[in-house]
Nanobody, 127 residues
């Protein structure tokens, strides 16, 4: 079993930065895919970014490209989502997720493609 715990959310002003953490226990993240998703109030959960096994493929949704960066720290068994130039439309609950058996060349981008999820961390971008 894999347990994922997100942290780092909070209230930030537009243009500010936050770094979210996804810490894992029960499995080593360095050999499996990790995705970040977000769910705004009243909307469906959507993919934000993902990183494939061995870090040979990453994905960013168009809405965050150039502003967000996914980073894996194997020593801490943690994957980070560094978020810069935050906008009010980035307000959402952010979730990390993983799947132990994904082996395709590109990392998965859909909710249904992930098996394990964290509880989420809330990000609010507001002045």
């Amino acid at each position: 079993q894999v347990q994922l715990v997100e942290s780092g959310g909070g209230l930030v002003q537009p243009g500010g930065s936050l770094t979210l953490s996804c810490a894992a226990s029960g499995y080593m993240l360095d050999r499996i895919v990790v995705g970040w998703f977000r769910q705004a109030p009243g909307k469906e959960r959507v993919g934000v970014s993902c990183i494939n096994r061995y870090d040979d493929n990453t994905y960013y949704a168009d809405a965050v490209k150039g502003r967000f960066t996914i980073i894996r720290d194997n020593a801490k068994n943690t994957v980070y989502l560094q978020m810069n130039s935050l906008k009010p439309e980035d307000t959402a609950i952010y979730y990390c997720a993983t799947d132990l058996y994904w082996s395709a060349a590109t990392c998965p981008k859909k909710v249904a493609e992930y098996e394990y999820w964290g509880q989420g961390t809330r990000v609010t971008v507001s002045s």
